[in-house]
Each structure stands twice: as C-alpha cells, then as structure tokens.
C-alpha cells in the first residue's frame, strides 16, 4: 500500500528556516498535484500551500513571502521551504498528494496524507 512520509521537522527558534520533505513510499510513485498543511493545538487543519500538476502554487496570507512550496525533477518529493518562521508557525505539517506511476504514469490514487511532522518554533 502506497504511504506518504514527510520528515524535516523540528525545534528551531523565530526566524529560523525549515525544509520539510514529502515522498511516497517505494520509488516507483510520483507526485502529480499536492499541498501542505497544518495542524495546530485547538484548531482546525489548515491549507499552507499547494502546487498544481503543472507547477503553480498557492499560499495561505499568514505564509505567503516566507514559505515556498515546489517538487523536484523527478516529481518524487515534494518540498515545504519555510523560512523567517514564527512561534504561530507551530503546528503539525501533513503533506497531500495526488499519485501516479513514474514511469507507466497511471493514476495511483488521490488525496493521500502523510502522517505528519512537528515543527516548533520558539520565540
């Protein structure tokens, strides 16, 4: 069974920067159109940012200037930059993505999540 798996997650300080990574599992699956979101305590899940099969992005107004969201080459990973971080940036990340096959690019499925990973930001 297909699973995502984020990782990059982790204590920092304000201003600090972070780079979380989002792949599915094996490395026969590619990342057609996805996003990240997050989770804080107390509160609903959020969408961060997104990207689209063909490559636009979009951004939350809390984030925008500060985090960039993109894939690479290959289209395996998906990556969330953020930088300048602030302690309301804390949360849980989960990355979604829509699959397919690398290399017979069938659709393998829609809207899979990942099981998260913590960022904190201290102040």
């Known amino acids: 069974q297909v699973q995502l798996v984020e990782s990059g997650g982790g204590l920092v300080q304000a201003g600090d920067s972070l780079r979380l990574s989002c792949a599915a599992s094996?490395?026969?699956?590619?990342?057609?159109?996805g996003g990240w979101y997050r989770q804080a305590p107390g509160k609903e899940r959020e969408l961060v940012a997104s990207?689209?099969?063909?490559?636009?992005?979009n951004y939350a107004d809390s984030v925008k200037g500060r985090f960039t969201i993109s894939r690479d080459n290959a289209k395996k990973k998906m990556y969330l930059q953020m930088n300048s971080l602030k302690p309301e940036d804390t949360a849980v990340y989960y990355c979604?993505?829509?699959?397919?096959?690398?290399?017979?690019?069938?659709?393998?499925?829609?809207?899979?999540w990942g099981r998260g990973t913590q960022v904190t930001v201290s102040s």
């Open positions: 990207i689209t099969s063909s490559g636009s992005t």
């Open positions: 979604n993505a829509d699959l397919y096959a690398c290399r017979s690019l069938l659709r393998a499925g829609y809207g899979y």
């Open positions: 094996g490395n026969t699956i590619c990342i057609s159109a």
